[in-house]
Protein backbone atom coordinates (compact mmCIF):
# COMPACT_ATOMS: atom_id res chain seq x y z
CA UNK A 1 0.00 0.00 0.00
CA UNK A 2 0.90 3.82 -0.89
CA UNK A 3 0.15 6.27 0.74
CA UNK A 4 0.57 10.77 -0.05
CA UNK A 5 -0.25 13.10 2.81
CA UNK A 6 -0.86 16.53 2.32
CA UNK A 7 -1.08 19.45 5.60
CA UNK A 8 -3.44 21.52 4.56
CA UNK A 9 -4.63 22.80 8.10
CA UNK A 10 -5.14 19.25 8.88
CA UNK A 11 -3.85 15.85 7.06
CA UNK A 12 -5.06 14.34 3.92
CA UNK A 13 -4.18 10.88 3.09
CA UNK A 14 -4.60 9.56 -0.18
CA UNK A 15 -4.16 5.60 0.22
CA UNK A 16 -3.85 3.54 -2.79
CA UNK A 17 -3.31 -0.03 -3.78
CA UNK A 18 -2.24 -1.94 -6.17
CA UNK A 19 -4.39 -2.65 -8.93
CA UNK A 20 -5.44 -6.12 -8.94
CA UNK A 21 -6.39 -5.94 -12.79
CA UNK A 22 -5.09 -7.48 -15.54
CA UNK A 23 -4.54 -11.13 -16.45
CA UNK A 24 -3.15 -14.33 -15.71
CA UNK A 25 -1.31 -16.91 -17.39
CA UNK A 26 -1.54 -21.01 -16.61
CA UNK A 27 0.84 -23.15 -17.36
CA UNK A 28 -0.11 -27.14 -17.60
CA UNK A 29 3.19 -29.59 -18.04
CA UNK A 30 1.77 -33.08 -17.19
CA UNK A 31 0.48 -32.94 -13.66
CA UNK A 32 2.08 -29.57 -12.94
CA UNK A 33 0.15 -26.12 -12.97
CA UNK A 34 1.35 -22.86 -12.66
CA UNK A 35 -0.83 -20.28 -12.78
CA UNK A 36 1.13 -16.09 -12.46
CA UNK A 37 -0.28 -12.54 -13.41
CA UNK A 38 1.06 -11.63 -17.39
CA UNK A 39 2.94 -8.87 -16.61
CA UNK A 40 4.96 -10.96 -13.84
CA UNK A 41 5.98 -14.03 -16.13
CA UNK A 42 9.15 -15.22 -17.30
CA UNK A 43 9.13 -19.33 -18.40
CA UNK A 44 12.26 -21.24 -19.38
CA UNK A 45 11.40 -24.06 -21.83
CA UNK A 46 14.04 -26.36 -23.03
CA UNK A 47 14.44 -26.79 -26.99
CA UNK A 48 12.28 -29.69 -28.23
CA UNK A 49 9.76 -29.58 -25.41
CA UNK A 50 6.10 -27.48 -25.58
CA UNK A 51 4.01 -26.37 -22.71
CA UNK A 52 0.41 -26.14 -22.50
CA UNK A 53 -0.85 -21.93 -22.44
CA UNK A 54 -3.92 -20.28 -21.01
CA UNK A 55 -5.10 -16.80 -20.48
CA UNK A 56 -7.56 -15.83 -17.86
CA UNK A 57 -9.00 -12.18 -17.27
CA UNK A 58 -9.65 -10.49 -14.24
CA UNK A 59 -11.66 -6.73 -13.27
CA UNK A 60 -10.08 -4.04 -11.25
CA UNK A 61 -11.12 -5.80 -8.17
CA UNK A 62 -9.23 -9.25 -8.67
CA UNK A 63 -12.68 -11.03 -9.90
CA UNK A 64 -12.42 -13.32 -12.76
CA UNK A 65 -14.35 -11.19 -15.53
CA UNK A 66 -15.11 -12.46 -19.03
CA UNK A 67 -13.85 -10.86 -22.56
CA UNK A 68 -15.65 -10.38 -25.79
CA UNK A 69 -14.84 -12.73 -28.59
CA UNK A 70 -11.90 -15.23 -28.92
CA UNK A 71 -8.56 -14.61 -28.11
CA UNK A 72 -6.10 -14.08 -30.76
CA UNK A 73 -2.46 -15.45 -30.16
CA UNK A 74 1.11 -14.39 -31.53
CA UNK A 75 4.62 -15.21 -31.17
CA UNK A 76 7.24 -12.73 -31.90
CA UNK A 77 9.33 -15.26 -33.26
CA UNK A 78 8.23 -18.00 -34.60
CA UNK A 79 11.70 -19.15 -35.14
CA UNK A 80 11.99 -20.02 -31.67
CA UNK A 81 8.35 -21.02 -30.68
CA UNK A 82 5.14 -21.13 -32.03
CA UNK A 83 1.51 -20.96 -30.59
CA UNK A 84 -1.21 -23.51 -31.94
CA UNK A 85 -4.96 -23.87 -30.43
CA UNK A 86 -5.32 -27.03 -28.81
CA UNK A 87 -9.12 -27.19 -28.82
CA UNK A 88 -12.35 -25.49 -28.64
CA UNK A 89 -11.25 -23.15 -26.27
CA UNK A 90 -10.14 -20.14 -27.80
CA UNK A 91 -7.89 -19.24 -24.79
CA UNK A 92 -5.81 -22.27 -24.46
CA UNK A 93 -2.92 -22.91 -26.21
CA UNK A 94 0.31 -24.96 -26.95
CA UNK A 95 3.80 -22.86 -27.03
CA UNK A 96 6.19 -24.86 -29.13
CA UNK A 97 9.91 -24.48 -29.40
CA UNK A 98 10.84 -24.15 -33.25
CA UNK A 99 14.43 -25.62 -32.98
CA UNK A 100 15.74 -21.81 -32.37
CA UNK A 101 17.00 -21.33 -28.97
CA UNK A 102 16.56 -17.18 -27.77
CA UNK A 103 14.12 -15.05 -26.26
CA UNK A 104 9.96 -14.80 -27.28
CA UNK A 105 6.90 -12.97 -26.72
CA UNK A 106 4.09 -15.31 -26.79
CA UNK A 107 0.71 -12.37 -27.08
CA UNK A 108 -3.00 -13.05 -26.37
CA UNK A 109 -5.21 -10.30 -27.23
CA UNK A 110 -8.54 -10.14 -26.43
CA UNK A 111 -11.75 -7.35 -26.90
CA UNK A 112 -12.20 -6.11 -23.35
CA UNK A 113 -15.47 -4.23 -24.53
CA UNK A 114 -18.30 -6.35 -23.70
CA UNK A 115 -20.64 -3.52 -25.54
CA UNK A 116 -20.39 -2.56 -29.43
CA UNK A 117 -16.83 -0.86 -29.05
CA UNK A 118 -13.65 -2.19 -28.78
CA UNK A 119 -11.38 -1.76 -26.23
CA UNK A 120 -7.93 -4.68 -27.51
CA UNK A 121 -6.26 -5.93 -24.25
CA UNK A 122 -2.98 -7.10 -24.41
CA UNK A 123 -1.21 -9.76 -22.27
CA UNK A 124 2.29 -10.98 -22.54
CA UNK A 125 4.28 -13.57 -21.55
CA UNK A 126 8.22 -13.68 -22.01
CA UNK A 127 9.86 -17.05 -23.01
CA UNK A 128 13.34 -18.18 -23.09
CA UNK A 129 13.99 -21.21 -25.25
CA UNK A 130 17.48 -22.88 -23.56
CA UNK A 131 19.11 -25.67 -25.28
CA UNK A 132 17.78 -29.02 -24.32
CA UNK A 133 20.13 -31.83 -23.00
CA UNK A 134 22.54 -33.11 -24.03
CA UNK A 135 22.74 -35.89 -26.06
CA UNK A 136 26.06 -36.19 -27.80
CA UNK A 137 29.62 -34.72 -27.23
CA UNK A 138 32.77 -33.61 -29.12
CA UNK A 139 36.03 -33.43 -28.11
CA UNK A 140 38.46 -30.98 -30.13
CA UNK A 141 42.01 -30.04 -29.61
CA UNK A 142 42.55 -26.77 -27.67
CA UNK A 143 45.55 -24.60 -28.52
CA UNK A 144 48.57 -25.31 -30.19
CA UNK A 145 50.72 -29.05 -29.63
CA UNK A 146 53.87 -28.13 -27.63
CA UNK A 147 56.58 -30.50 -26.94
CA UNK A 148 56.40 -32.30 -23.72
CA UNK A 149 58.57 -31.27 -20.36
CA UNK A 150 62.15 -33.45 -20.40
CA UNK A 151 61.18 -35.34 -23.39
CA UNK A 152 61.38 -32.17 -25.57
CA UNK A 153 64.16 -32.40 -28.47
CA UNK A 154 64.13 -36.36 -27.80
CA UNK A 155 63.41 -38.50 -31.22
CA UNK A 156 62.27 -42.16 -30.92
Excluded: C
Amino acid sequence: MTSVEFKLGGVLTFITEPSKAGAFITLHYGAFTLTARGDQMAYTLPDGFQIGVKVSYVDAQGNPARVDGDVSWESSNDDIATVTATGPDAATVAATTGGTIGQVQITATADADLGQGMRELITTMDVEVVAGEAVAGTITPVGEATPQGARAGKRR
